[in-house]
Structure formats: C-alpha cells, structure tokens
C-alpha cells in the first residue's frame, strides 16, 4: 500500500526555536492534510492544501503542498510549550475511493 | 458541541471475548472512519464508510468487524479478540474525503 515517510520521527527544541518537519511520499496525492495529536486526545486538523505548490499559514504555521505532489513541509516558527504533541502528514489520493492516508508522525517536545 | 464521540474510552478484555465499539458523529457527515494507532506506526485504517449501509475494508481489517446502519453510528466489532488488537483506537467522520474529525479514541487492552 502508500507509505507516507515523515521526518524528524522525534525532535527536541528549545521554546521560541523554529521548526521544520516533512513527509515524502512514492504515489502522487491531491491534497495534504497536516494533523496534530496532544497526548490522550484525537488528532486535529491544522492546514489543508489542496494545490501543488501552495503555500497555506494557519497562525505560527506554514504548510506548503510540493511541486512533484509526492512531499509536503510544515514550519512552525517560535515554538511555545503548547506546541508538544505528535504531528501527523496525510495524503488523500486520486482515483477511487480517495482514502486519506496517514505518515508515522513527529513526535515534538519543547523544552521551557 | 459533541463532534465524535467514542464510547467506552478504556476496556480490557480477555483473548477470546469479543466487543463493540460505538461512535457518533453529530455533523451530519457522509464518511465514517475507523483507526487504529499503534507506537512507531501512525493510524493505520481498518473500515470505512462512505454513507449509510456501506462499509468497505482498509488496510489492517482482519479480526474486526463494523457496521453502519444509521447515518451518525459506525460501529466496529471485534469478535474474539487477540492480544495483537491491542491499540488505541479513533473513529472519525468527514462531509467529504479528506478533512477528517477525530474522537478522543478508545483504548483496548487485550490480556
């Protein structure tokens, strides 16, 4: 099936640093989808894109959708402590039934 | 504003008991998800629905079961549960493919 490779698996900041993780994928996708998880709670979306080559900012967020479709980053600039948590990419492929698919998540910790 | 709401939230089963889990969405969505997450292996798809009375299987579908006979309900069924069902468990619902609302989860321990 689709793999979704994300990377940093794990990263430790200091707060106030800026972040940067992404995920590659061998299949082309129609949109990538950025989800974060806080510990014991569902994952919640944060930045939809939709086109190759958007660049989308949700507050101290930017996502952008890459030119081939196979990768997407996502930054976060001036990391806080509420920023801990698991970052899950997604990708909704084309074709079918478009099934969302998930990578294997960032886990972040920022230290104070 | 209730969202997805996933009940039991915690259950421990022995191998061999079987269980249901139930989720509710109140957004009125078409698609219906059910996943499974595991350390080191992200969500993992195990059902899906893409509107009442349809279900179809995703990647990891084997030992469970679901059903969705109304709109807001997707249940997923384990029928004689392993210790490799242990997870965390999330349902999640969309108007349409990709935009997905996730419940708290529902974690399973199987002994």
């Known amino acids: 099936g689709q793999q979704l490779n994300q990377s940093p698996q794990s990263m430790f900041i200091q707060e106030g640093e800026d972040v940067s993780m992404n995920c590659t994928s061998s299949s082309i996708f129609n949109t990538w989808l950025w989800y974060k998880q806080d510990p014991g709670e569902g994952p919640v979306l944060l930045i939809a894109?939709?086109?190759?080559?958007e660049l989308t900012s949700n507050g101290r967020l930017t996502a952008q959708f890459g030119i081939t479709r196979k990768d997407s980053f996502l930054n976060i600039s001036a990391s806080i402590p509420s920023d801990v948590g698991i970052y899950f990419c997604a990708g909704l492929n084309s074709g079918g039934y478009q099934k969302v698919t998930f990578g294997t998540g960032t886990k972040l910790q920022v230290i104070p | 504003n209730a969202g997805v709401t996933q009940t039991p939230k915690f259950r421990v089963l022995k191998t061999g008991q079987s269980m249901t889990l139930l989720c509710a969405q109140d957004?009125?969505?078409?698609?219906m998800y059910w996943y499974r997450q595991d350390p080191g292996m992200g969500l993992r798809l195990i059902h899906y629905?893409?509107?009442?009375?349809?279900?179809a299987k995703g990647e990891v579908p084997d030992g469970y079961n679901v059903s969705r006979l109304k709109k807001q309900n997707f249940l997923l069924g384990l029928e004689s549960a392993a210790p490799s069902q242990t997870s965390v468990y999330f349902c999640?619902?969309?108007?349409?493919?990709?935009?997905?609302?996730f419940g708290e989860g529902s974690r399973l321990t199987v002994l």
């Open positions: 999640a619902s969309s108007l349409g493919p990709g935009e997905l609302f």
């Open positions: 629905s893409v509107g009442e009375g349809t279900t």
């Open positions: 957004m009125n969505h078409e698609y």
């Open positions: 894109l939709y086109k190759a080559g």
